[in-house]
C-alpha cells in the first residue's frame, strides 16, 4: 500500500518520489519506494499463465507465477534510479517528469535468474535481443497506443543477476511495483527494469519500439533522437541526505551523511567539499550490500567559525567513473548525475 509520505510529482499516471529520511535507511521500504509509470497501473492476475516466453526460441513457454517460484531463486540486493531524476536541476529544464532528487530507492528483490527461463525454452544463436513487454499501455501521440517495452541485448540479458522477480523486501511485489512478476536488471537504470512482465521475446534484430528508439537516449541540440546514445547504465551518483539543504546548525561538530552508487561497479570514494568544491576530503564508507546497492557514508566536521557553507558530496566507482560539478545537459534530461550542492548556516552569522 502507497503512504502520503511519497512525495508525490504527478498524479495521473502516478509518479513519486522517495522520501530522503526513507533512503537513509540500508532498505526502503516498499512503500515509500519511488514509484515510476508511463501509464496507469494495470490490474493482473497471476493465474493463468502469467508469462509467454516466444520468438528466436526453440521451444515457446507459457510460466505462471508458481511455475517461476518453482525454479531456484535469487535474492539480491539493488538500487534502481529513474533515468530522469535530477531533472530539474538542469538549466534550461527539459521537459518529461519534473523529477527533483528521490527517484531512486535500494531494494532486496527475489526471483529467479532470466537465464534459467532462457535456458528452458532454448534461446537460438540467432537472437540478438530479448525484448520485454509490460502489460501497461497508453496513447503515446494521438491515435498511437504503445506498451510500456524494452530489449537488452542477449549477452546483458543472460547475465547472472538479471531477475524475474516476484518480492521486494521479503513480500510479494506490490500492484505499484509491477505485480505478479517484474524485471530487475542490476546496474541499469530503472527503465529497464520493466514492470507487469507478459511477454519475453527473442529477437532476431533489434528492437526499435516508441521507448527505445524515441525515449531513453542522450540527445544533445538539435540531433535526431534515435542516432543518440542509448541510456544504459546508472552513472556514478551521491546524495546528501543530513542535513537538509538550507539548515541552520549550531557551531559544533556536524556529522553529513548520504549514499552512493554506480551501475558501473561498487563505489570506492566519497570526497566531501565544505568550501564550495575548492577542496576535498574523504568520507567513511558504510556497510556494502553487495555490487548493486547504495553504499552509505558520513563526513564528520567540525566549523571553525559562524558562516554559510556551500557543501558538495562527489563518488568515484571502481571503474574511476567520478560524479562532475556540472551537470551534463542533454534534450530530454537523462543521466544527471552532477554533485549536489547543499548550503548550511553555522551558527549566527555575522
Not at 8 to 22: F, G, H, K, Q, S
Not at 326 to 331: A, E, F, I, L, V
Not at 338 to 350: M, N, P, S
Request: overall charge negative.
Amino acid at each position: 500500500m502507497l503512504t502520503m509520505r511519497l512525495v508525490i510529482v504527478e498524479r495521473e499516471p502516478l509518479n513519486a518520489e522517495t522520501p530522503p529520511d526513507a533512503l537513509a535507511e540500508p532498505l526502503t521500504p516498499a512503500e515509500l519506494f519511488y514509484v515510476r509509470n508511463h501509464f496507469a497501473v494495470p490490474s493482473l492476475d497471476p493465474e493463468p499463465p502469467a508469462l509467454r516466453i516466444e520468438g528466436a526460441v526453440e521451444r515457446a513457454l507459457e510460466l505462471s507465477l508458481a511455475d517461476l517460484q518453482r525454479l531456484p531463486s535469487r535474492t539480491i540486493a539493488v538500487t534502481l534510479e529513474c533515468a530522469g531524476n535530477g531533472r530539474t536541476l538542469l538549466t534550461p529544464t527539459p521537459g518529461g517528469t519534473p523529477w527533483r532528487l528521490g527517484a531512486v530507492g535500494t531494494a532486496r528483490f527475489t526471483g529467479a535468474p532470466l537465464s534459467l527461463v532462457l535456458d528452458q525454452a532454448g534461446l537460438r544463436s540467432e537472437a540478438v535481443e530479448l525484448l520485454f513487454v509490460g502489460a501497461d499501455q497508453g496513447e503515446v501521440q494521438p491515435g498511437r497506443v504503445e506498451p510500456f517495452a524494452r530489449s537488452l541485448p542477449v549477452e546483458e540479458a543472460r547475465g547472472p543477476d538479471v531477475l524475474l522477480a516476484w518480492a521486494m523486501n521479503d513480500e510479494p511485489l506490490s500492484a505499484e511495483h509491477g505485480f505478479p512478476v517484474r524485471l530487475v536488471v542490476p546496474g541499469w537504470y530503472g527503465m529497464a527494469s520493466v514492470k507487469w512482465l507478459v511477454r519475453i521475446v527473442a529477437l532476431e534484430r533489434a528492437f526499435e519500439g516508441y521507448f527505445q528508439r524515441e525515449h531513453y537516449r542522450y540527445v544533445k541540440g538539435d540531433s535526431p533522437v534515435e542516432l543518440a546514445p542509448p541510456v544504459t547504465r546508472a552513472r556514478v551518483r551521491s546524495l546528501i541526505l543530513r542535513p537538509a539543504d538550507g539548515a541552520r546548525l549550531p557551531l559544533g561538530p556536524v556529522e553529513f551523511s548520504g549514499i552512493a552508487w554506480s551501475g558501473y561497479g561498487p563505489v570506492t570514494r566519497v570526497q566531501v567539499s565544505i568550501d564550495g568544491s575548492a577542496s576535498w576530503t574523504t568520507a567513511e564508507l558504510g556497510a556494502d550490500q553487495g555490487p548493486y546497492a547504495a553504499r552509505p557514508w558520513s563526513f564528520r566536521w567540525r566549523p571553525l567559525q559562524p558562516g554559510r557553507y556551500t557543501v558538495l558530496a562527489r563518488a568515484t566507482d571502481a571503474l574511476g567513473n567520478v560524479q562532475p560539478l556540472s551537470p551534463p545537459w542533454n534534450r530530454l534530461g537523462y543521466g544527471n548525475n552532477a554533485c549536489q550542492a547543499i548550503q548550511v548556516v553555522v551558527g549566527q552569522e555575522g
